[in-house]
């Protein structure tokens, strides 16, 4: 899977995403009652720990998408 495959799933995922979160008013489906439908970006610092916790390896792998 191509970088231009994955940043077009990237867009079509956030496109749903906020079509449910019209939806979904309520909060209701899959756990929206504590997320909301909100994303953050997470830190350089963030991606590392969770790496490490994980025992994973994505630094060959990193893009920037927005």
Known sequence: ???QDI???????K???K???????DYSLFG???WKYN???FS???????EKQYNLDSHNNRHTWQ
């Open 19 to 25: 079509q449910l979160s019209r939806l979904d008013k």
């Open 7 to 13: 940043e077009s799933r990237l867009l079509s995922i």
């Open 44 to 50: 350089e610092q963030e991606v590392n720990g969770i």
């Open 1 to 3: 899977m191509g970088i």
């Open 39 to 41: 994303f953050r970006r």
């Open 32 to 34: 929206a009652e504590r």
């Open 15 to 17: 496109q749903q995403l």
